[in-house]
């Protein structure tokens, strides 16, 4: 098989993810409703009550709210699988003619666009509230953020498939989602937790911090600049590691661990 | 030719239950090959193995020389499966889960397209191209999933009871589906617990039961290993107890008796000769035979010899 026939397979499976856009609709009305309170009222209500120096906080918060969201898309994508290999899905596409780790790269990068896509009004609700209106920033913000939820779905989907259960995965991502989404820089500055020593190098060390500062120095740079959780070049590195990782820990799991057969 | 799969020292093990037990036996290129077992039997197990979705415990499966332990890759680009239960999700329509399976195992869009139209109007489900999955009765699933299996055509072929959930009609088309993959050179292996399709199919037929392969041959070539070559098979009143059926065994010479649904069959040699021995036996026994008739062994009493069960028999 060439290169071209391994990439026109990952293309496919991707697909996969994508093509079931239809079965959330009542989700994503749901969330997108919840965004624009989140960040229509919610967020205009806690930047009069926070201050932190300089710090412009709603356009902080809104960038960290669309994070917030992008990770919760993404995490999704666990209980996808799960639900797949209940359906006996995961045995279907173990048996196609496509390599293991083209598989693994593929349903990742395919949960990762499908995330994206169910993002993409929200991200469209943080240009306008921001007032971005330069393209090349708009489409950084839109590939970053593919690439953020593309690394965090393949995570998930990996966890996903060595649970093999909706409820242990449940608690999984209901303790993550508190623990990750909380202990990182999605709503608090870096600056504002370094009083609390665990707290602060937990939040360092966190891939969302990283992720949604990455995300704050393309959208407001002039807002954020000196007050990130590492310099640009850190984060660049950080963020390439935890994308590596992540790819690399799906592909050894899929290639050699994975097989079919849920609740076998 | 020489085999297309062989299957050498097979155990699957999930966790204490061990699901195949040793299965040692080859697939010859360009046949079709039945796998004969109850459910639970291991089976669509050995299956799944074969097409590398489960990993073997111990032992090793080559197919065309590729080893699924080894070079999975390789075999999954010859082999093939239908399963059991249909695979889609609720919100898939037939029509573009046929299209995006096929894309997959190498079609164009276009040929992709005209194909899958092709082979779901000849399984006469094009008119539910557009609907749910969700929305389809189990014998449209049923198809849609051995569609999968006509459109990619795979050196292998897998179809784990094919027509399970089909009519009568369609069972046939089936099976004529299937005899044409076979007459395009391809080896196809099927899964079955009906013996009838097993019969009319198979160019050789393996029984499996609990893990373990108990025969191994052409369906007339089992038929001719039970050495008591006729079937005896009796309606009596009422039912039969342990007593009568021991009396019986001894009368008639053969430890081989099956007792369900008020019929009895008795495996025997000298037919003829054995039934008024067996009609004098119940009447000493105060039993009344309603009828009694000699028969040549099904696959169903090649089954029974081999595994001194039945069928319908689960886990």
């Known amino acids: 098989m060439s290169i071209w026939d391994d990439l026109r397979a990952l293309a496919l499976i991707a697909f996969w993810d994508v093509r079931k856009l239809r079965r959330y609709t009542f989700f994503l009305a749901m969330r997108f409703s919840w965004f624009l309170l989140q960040v229509l009222v919610f967020g205009l209500l ?219 | 030719m020489g085999a297309a799969v062989r299957v050498r020292g097979l155990v699957k093990k999930f966790g204490n239950f061990t699901a195949v037990n040793g299965l040692t036996f ?111 009765s189990g014998g449209t699933r049923k198809k849609v999933e051995i569609a999968k299996l006509f459109l990619q055509k795979p050196k292998v072929s897998i179809f784990d009871e094919p027509t399970a959930q089909l009519d009568v009609t369609t069972k046939h088309r089936v099976w004529e589906m299937i005899r044409a993959l076979k007459d395009e050179g391809r080896t196809v292996i099927v899964a079955t617990n009906d013996m009838t399709e097993a019969e009319r199919l198979s160019d050789r037929v393996g029984i499996i039961y609990k893990g373990s392969l108990r025969a191994l041959g052409s369906p007339a070539e089992l038929k001719d290993r039970i050495p008591a070559g006729d079937v005896l098979e009796l309606r009596v009143d009422g039912a039969l107890g342990e007593h009568v059926i021991s009396a019986l065994a001894r009368a008639l010479g053969t430890e081989k008796l099956n007792v369900s649904n008020g019929t009895l069959k008795a495996y025997v040699n000298r037919g003829e000769e054995k039934a008024a021995i067996a009609i004098e036996t119940l009447s000493r026994l105060g039993v009344r035979v309603r009828s009694i008739s000699i028969k040549e062994p099904t696959l169903d009493d090649v089954f029974f010899y081999f595994t001194g069960a039945q069928l319908g028999e689960g886990k």
């Open chain 2, 26 to 136: 080859d697939i010859e290129e360009g046949e079709i090959f039945g796998l004969l077992g109850p459910n639970g039997s291991g089976k669509s197990t050995t299956l799944l193995i074969i097409a590398t979705v489960y990993k073997p415990t111990a032992g090793d499966v080559e197919v065309y020389g590729h080893s699924v332990t080894k070079r999975p890759d390789e075999v999954r680009k010859l082999v093939g499966i239908a399963f059991q239960d249909p695979k889609a999700l609720w919100v898939d329509n037939p029509y573009e889960l046929l299209v995006w399976h096929a894309m997959v195992v190498g079609y164009g869009l276009l040929d992709a397209r005209r194909a899958v139209r092709e082979i779901m109007e000849e399984l006469e489900i094009w008119e539910h191209r557009g609907k749910l999955f969700s929305e389809l």
């Open chain 1, 46 to 264: 806690v930047a009069n009550m926070v201050s932190v120096g300089n710090l412009d906080y709603y356009k902080f918060y809104v960038v960290g709210a669309f994070m917030a969201v992008l990770f919760s898309m993404s995490m999704v994508k666990g209980h996808d699988v799960v639900e797949e290999f209940e359906d006996g899905l995961i045995d279907y596409q173990l048996s196609l003619p496509v390599k293991r780790r083209v598989l693994a790269i593929g349903r990742a990068v395919g949960g990762g666009l499908s995330a994206f896509l169910h993002s993409l009004p929200m991200l469209i609700v943080v240009l306008a509230v921001l007032g971005i209106e330069s393209l090349p920033a708009a489409l950084a913000l839109a590939f970053a953020s593919f690439v953020f939820a593309s690394s965090l779905a393949g995570v998930a989907m990996s966890v996903a498939l060595v649970l093999r259960s909706s409820d242990r995965l449940d608690i999984l991502m209901g303790v993550s989602d508190s623990l990750l989404v909380r202990v990182s820089t999605i709503f608090y500055p870096i600056a504002a937790v370094s009083a609390v020593a665990a707290y602060y190098y937990l939040a360092k060390v966190n891939p969302l911090s990283h992720m949604v500062d990455a995300l704050r120095l393309i959208a407001i740079p002039e807002v954020v600049q000196g007050s990130t959780v590492s310099s640009a070049q850190a984060m660049i590195a950080f963020l390439t590691g935890f994308a590596v990782a992540a790819i690399l820990s799906s592909l050894v799991l899929l290639d050699k661990k994975i097989e079919g057969g849920y609740g076998r």
